[in-house]
């Protein structure tokens, strides 16, 4: 099956800081999503990207599909920020969605 | 906003208990998914229904896990009888083809 890798593990930043999260996959995939796991643990949609760039505030996330990775930026971060960003991916012709281990973001004040 | 809603939001009990977990979907998503989430296993599949029917249950142990869709505002995931194992978060979610995935809050289930 389909492998999802996501850099790094964890990061950990002061208030402000900017940062950057990557997610490699291992096929050709038509549904690529972004997600934040908060410290409730609620799965929360931030970005449907299965090509091309999007942003949303201080967050933007590009897919190249075509090289199989996608970024996820985060700008002038905030401790509210904190939590696990995950990344999904669905192979084409499948319905499901393959998730990568996340990574986990620490915003200390 | 539509939410999918899952009932309840936690559930302790002990070995052998049956529980019954429940998914209400977005109105109008056709496409239905059941996860668990582990610290060691992470996001996983248990399984998956598209317009009401089970597509792939390969991710649930069969003997003693069952999922069901009695209508389209409904999906019910079981466990009995259940073990300790089976402690996790369980997550549904509910889409379209071809368009995001929506999560619910998860029901955390502890099962001493």
């Known amino acids: 099956g389909i492998q999802v890798e996501q850099s790094p593990p964890d990061l950990i930043l002061q208030e402000g800081a900017n940062s950057t999260l990557r997610c490699n996959f291992s096929?050709?995939?038509?549904?690529l999503q972004w997600f934040h796991q908060n410290p409730w643990g609620q799965l929360i949609n931030l970005f449907y990207i299965p090509s091309g760039t999007k942003q949303n505030g201080r967050l933007s996330a590009t897919t190249v599909a075509t090289e199989r990775y996608s970024l996820l930026y985060i700008s002038s971060s905030q401790t509210t920020d904190s939590g696990v960003y995950f990344c999904a991916v669905r192979v084409q012709g499948a319905q499901k969605l393959v998730f990568g281990q996340g990574t986990r973001l620490t915003i200390n004040p | 906003d539509a939410r999918v809603t899952q009932t309840p939001r936690h559930k302790v009990t002990e070995m052998g208990q049956e529980v019954t977990m429940r998914c209400q979907p977005i109105l109008g998503h056709n496409t239905v998914f059941w996860y668990r989430q582990t610290m060691m296993q992470g996001l996983e599949l248990l399984a998956y229904f598209r317009n009401r029917a089970p597509l792939d249950d390969s991710g649930m142990p069969k003997d003693r896990f069952s999922a069901e869709m009695p209508d389209a505002t409904l999906a019910t995931l079981k466990i009995q009888p259940s073990e300790p194992r089976d402690s996790a978060v369980y997550f549904c979610?509910?889409?379209?083809?071809?368009?995001?995935?929506?999560f619910g809050n998860g029901t955390r289930l502890t099962v001493t």
């Open positions: 096929d050709s995939v038509n549904n």
């Open positions: 979610a509910s889409g379209l083809v071809r368009s995001p995935l929506h």
